[in-house]
């Protein structure tokens, strides 16, 4: 009777399921999923995995935890692990810090330098309080929406009308929380607008710059300290097994609610529950109503007309792509080539490659960029800024790289696209 007991206890082991993580924070794993383009990669997707806008060959990369791999395999797909990330200590913060991880710039002291911008350079640059995080809305806590316009300024300018003189460039970082080398690089991009050889290009233009376009979910992310939280998503909501909030890049009342979406709060894909539900989904595209004029006639494959001016730009992280609409299908826009055609000469000066997320990706509904396009026209870009490994790589590079590796590459995509702004539909060499 032994060795059939033995046996059978060795068979109940195998059988039995993977253990339940301990108490407190725990290790993160990257996992690599082979799911090609296609129906694979878009069934991952809309399991609701927590899939990064990363693809090496056939492979997807998933992050998770312990158990992730036992649930891929459940899902019918393998899965090996790519990198395992040490747990966030979730360590409090003084409200005087105004750093966090080797050097990146907490929301307050993002916030305060818009403002310290704005009073050395009053000839260049206002900053615009265009709405409210969902805690501050609740009256927890939580931060004020802002924007910086930044032009020579004339009469008219940097003014909530989309009849304003100028065309106009819309830079945001972190609506993704947790990339947090897109709001490095709007510092960046602010300190160079003012400072530089930039400057002188700003008699025929604007330029707007949200660094912070999800500050309740940064909140979140700092809250690590040298172990940044990995939250993606906003603060709105609560969730018993993963991160609360609404993925803001999958709220937007684009095709919202298909492809790549979830109706899980706990996916860090839900979209939320109901188009454009969230308040910063909601303050982002009224501020674009304001700055921009529509310049297209509804349907998916109307065009927008060739006097359209202006540019959006979402910096995210990480991959290497320059994408544009359509994200919900690899159907083509009205301006596809115009579109292609700009996102290839920004891509060109960093090495990135340049598509529609499902040509490169997988198809994903409800993001900001194709509702700039679809509502307004104006041809909009996602920049995945990073590559998917090294001390450089990923969604926590050590802070000495935005300033060795990250700014040499987007600097130069930023000067493409104030150039495309001026006129992204016009052929080139007409007047």
Aim: charged residues 20%; hydrophobic residues 35%; aromatic residues 8%.
């Amino acid at each position: 009777m032994r060795p059939a007991l033995a046996l059978l206890a060795c068979l109940a082991l195998l059988l039995s399921p993977s253990p339940a993580p301990a108490e407190g924070p725990q290790e993160t794993y990257v996992l690599r999923v082979p799911a090609p383009v296609g129906d694979a990669a878009q069934r991952l997707l809309g399991l609701g995995y927590d899939v990064v806008e990363q693809r090496d060959g056939d492979d997807l990369f998933v992050i998770g935890d312990v158990r992730t791999a036992d649930k891929l395999l459940s899902d019918g797909f393998r899965s090996s692990v790519e990198t395992v990330m040490p747990p966030s200590q979730w360590a409090p913060r003084s409200l005087a810090d105004t750093t966090y991880y080797g050097g990146y710039r907490t929301i307050t002291a993002q916030l305060a330098h818009l403002d310290e911008v704005a009073n050395a350079h009053p000839e260049l640059a206002s900053v615009v309080d265009y709405g409210d995080s969902w805690r501050k809305t609740r009256g927890s806590g939580g931060y004020d929406l802002k924007a910086i316009c930044i032009t020579r300024k004339r009469p008219g300018d940097c003014a909530l009308t989309p009849t304003a003189p100028k065309p106009r460039l819309f830079v945001m970082g972190q609506l993704h929380a947790r990339e947090i080398t897109t709001g490095d690089m709007a510092w960046r991009f602010i300190d160079d607008l003012v400072g530089s050889d930039l400057t002188a290009m700003l008699d025929g233009l604007e330029v707007w710059v949200v660094p912070i376009a999800n500050p309740d979910g940064v909140e979140i992310v700092e809250s690590g300290g040298d172990s940044p939280v990995l939250h993606r998503k906003n603060a709105n909501g609560t969730c018993g097994s993963g991160q609360r909030g609404v993925d803001l890049n999958r709220n937007a009342g684009s095709h919202w609610g298909e492809v790549g979406t979830s109706k899980d709060k706990c996916s860090e894909v839900y979209r939320g529950p109901s188009a454009d539900s969230e308040v910063e989904t909601q303050a982002l595209e009224s501020l674009w109503r304001k700055l921009y004029r529509d310049t297209r006639a509804p349907g998916d494959t109307a065009a927008a007309s060739a006097d359209t001016t202006g540019a959006v730009i979402s910096m995210h992280s990480y991959g290497n792509y320059v994408l544009f609409p359509w994200g919900w299908s690899t159907q083509k826009t009205g301006n596809d080539a115009a579109l292609r055609a700009i996102a290839q000469d920004m891509a060109s000066l960093s090495g990135f490659k340049a598509g529609q997320p499902g040509e490169l990706l997988y198809n994903a509904s409800g993001a900001t960029d194709d509702w700039v396009y679809e509502d307004l026209g104006v041809p909009s870009f996602v920049w995945e800024i990073g590559a998917s490994s090294g001390a450089c790589g990923g969604f926590l590079p050590a802070y000495s790289c935005q300033k060795d590796v990250h700014w040499p590459k987007v600097r130069p995509m930023l000067v493409s696209a104030m150039k495309a702004a001026l006129a992204p539909y016009r052929p080139k060499g007409s007047p």
